[in-house]
């Protein structure tokens, strides 16, 4: 069974950082992507930026020169690091991993921007 345990959201002022750590446990197979989601109250889920097993990454447009991506292959682990935070990043923020013929959500951290 494969988890995904997200950690490192919570409140800052518009301006700072965050740095988000998703750490994935269980078997998972070589090749996968792994990456951020946001979903703020009343819209849809959406990507934020994702990682191949090769270093490739994609952003979504909102995010590109604030937010990087990146991946620890021996540990499972992808980090978000959130810089130049505003407002509108304010949503629950999931991790993904996924496979070829699997897909794997974690629970969701919560990331506040305040004005």
């Known amino acids: 069974q494969v988890q995904l345990v997200e950690s490192g959201g919570g409140l800052v002022q518009a301006g700072g950082s965050l740095r988000l750590s998703c750490s994935a446990s269980g078997r998972i197979f070589s090749g996968n992507a792994m990456g951020w989601y946001r979903q703020a109250p009343g819209t849809q889920r959406d990507l934020v930026a994702a990682v191949t097993s090769g270093g490739s990454t994609n952003y979504a447009d909102s995010v590109k020169g604030r937010f990087t991506i990146s991946r620890e292959n021996a540990k499972n682990t992808v980090y978000l690091q959130m810089n130049s935070l505003k407002p509108e990043d304010t949503a629950v923020y999931y991790c993904?991993?996924?496979?070829?013929?699997?897909?794997?959500w974690g629970k969701g951290t919560l990331v506040t921007v305040s004005s």
């Open positions: 993904n991993v996924k496979e070829q013929h699997r897909n794997f």
